[in-house]
């Protein structure tokens, strides 16, 4: 299928098809974060057909339009992706053999049931800005992510698997079930663990939105701006879970906190935190 846009936003059926046809990863090494490629430039044909369109990592896209990946090699990976060929796509694509999923967060954990095509979770979300989500369909789950910097900037955005948006320093690894995201000079921002055949799990994570900090520890999720500490909490088929700030549209969940102090929060935990992510790194080298 396919049509012809001005718009380079491929259609969400258009995309569906292609996550599907690849094998949910880079069609070279498998990779489950990717981007979408036209293998005919987009410049010369002007329009989004599946079969014209495949995934590729950030490595492997930037080396495609470096010249160094030749449309070729692509091709014949389209045609043979990592993933089909290995059987089975990594273990960040899982496969649900049961009714329900589970995400933890810092020892909180929310649930849902499978109530078809696009069941979704936003545990996190500020002002509006769902931070992490997650949505189930084709028995996979796919996993939304936004990361801020300081300055309000997005440096990290995954929608629905896909690197949608994301600034060089930044590194991303996949080590047997653990994703690791991480800046330049190895400080931890995210680690996510994946249990197939149906769970999740954030052990480490720094957010930031609006002014508002959330720190993601193993056994509790902090809050620093006014000291908030989250461990043990539990929602099942919630849309939200811990909602911080004004929402247009009321979102159900187990706190919700509409009026927090902004830029005003202790940093003594934030400095702790960042320095025990510091020691285990050196510590695993």
Same mark, same amino acid.
């Given at each position: 299928?396919?049509?012809?846009?001005?718009?380079? %936003?491929?259609?969400?059926?258009?995309?569906?098809?292609?996550?599907?046809?690849?094998?949910?990863?880079?069609?070279?090494?498998?990779?489950?974060?990717?981007?979408?490629?036209?293998?005919?430039?987009?410049?010369?044909?002007?329009?989004?057909?599946?079969?014209?369109?495949?995934?590729?990592?950030? /490595?492997?896209?930037?080396?495609?339009? &470096?010249?160094?990946?030749?449309? /070729?090699?692509?091709?014949?990976?389209?045609?043979?992706?990592?993933?089909?060929?290995? &059987?089975?796509?990594?273990? *960040?694509?899982?496969?649900?053999?049961?009714?329900?999923?589970?995400?933890?967060?810092?020892?909180?954990?929310?649930?849902?049931?499978?109530?078809? *095509?696009?069941?979704?979770?936003?545990?996190?979300?500020?002002?509006?800005?769902?931070? #992490?989500?997650?949505?189930?369909?084709?028995?996979?789950?796919?996993? %939304?992510?936004? #990361?801020?910097?300081?300055? %309000?900037?997005?440096?990290?955005?995954?929608?629905? %698997?896909?690197?949608?948006?994301?600034?060089?320093?930044?590194?991303?690894?996949?080590?047997?079930?653990?994703?690791?995201?991480?800046?330049?000079?190895?400080?931890?921002?995210?680690?996510?663990?994946? /249990?197939?055949?149906?769970?999740?799990?954030?052990?480490?994570?720094?957010?930031?939105?609006?002014?508002?900090? #959330?720190?993601?520890?193993?056994?509790?999720?902090?809050?620093?701006?006014?000291?908030?500490?989250?461990? &043990?909490?539990?929602?099942?088929?919630? *849309?939200?879970?811990?909602?911080?700030?004004?929402?247009?549209?009321?979102?159900?969940?187990?706190?919700?906190?509409?009026?927090?102090?902004?830029?005003?929060?202790?940093?003594?935990?934030?400095?702790?935190?960042?320095?025990?992510?510091?020691?285990? #790194?050196?510590?695993?080298?």
């Amino acid at each position: 299928m396919g049509q012809e846009f001005n718009s380079r %936003n491929i259609p969400l059926p258009i995309q569906r098809e292609v996550r599907q046809r690849c094998g949910f990863g880079c069609v070279i090494c498998g990779m489950p974060l990717y981007e979408y490629e036209h293998m005919e430039e987009w410049a010369e044909v002007k329009r989004h057909v599946a079969d014209e369109i495949t995934l590729l990592c950030d /490595q492997h896209h930037r080396e495609k339009t &470096g010249g160094l990946l030749p449309k /070729q090699v692509v091709r014949e990976a389209n045609a043979n992706p990592f993933n089909h060929r290995k &059987g089975a796509s990594k273990p *960040y694509n899982l496969y649900f053999s049961g009714k329900t999923a589970e995400i933890n967060i810092g020892g909180n954990s929310f649930t849902c049931e499978d109530r078809g *095509y696009g069941t979704a979770m936003v545990p996190i979300s500020v002002d509006g800005t769902p931070l #992490i989500g997650l949505i189930i369909a084709d028995d996979h789950l796919l996993l %939304n992510l936004v #990361i801020f910097d300081e300055f %309000n900037a997005p440096v990290l955005h995954i929608k629905n %698997n896909q690197l949608f948006y994301s600034t060089d320093p930044w590194d991303i690894q996949l080590v047997g079930t653990k994703l690791t995201i991480r800046e330049a000079h190895r400080k931890i921002l995210v680690e996510i663990d994946f /249990q197939p055949p149906d769970k999740v799990v954030i052990n480490r994570g720094r957010f930031l939105r609006n002014g508002v900090e #959330i720190l993601v520890r193993p056994t509790n999720i902090l809050l620093t701006n006014g000291g908030g500490v989250f461990s &043990g909490c539990h929602s099942h088929n919630c *849309y939200g879970g811990l909602i911080i700030g004004h929402h247009e549209t009321p979102i159900g969940g187990f706190m919700a906190l509409p009026n927090v102090p902004r830029y005003l929060g202790d940093r003594t935990e934030a400095l702790k935190f960042e320095r025990e992510l510091m020691a285990e #790194i050196e510590a695993n080298k």
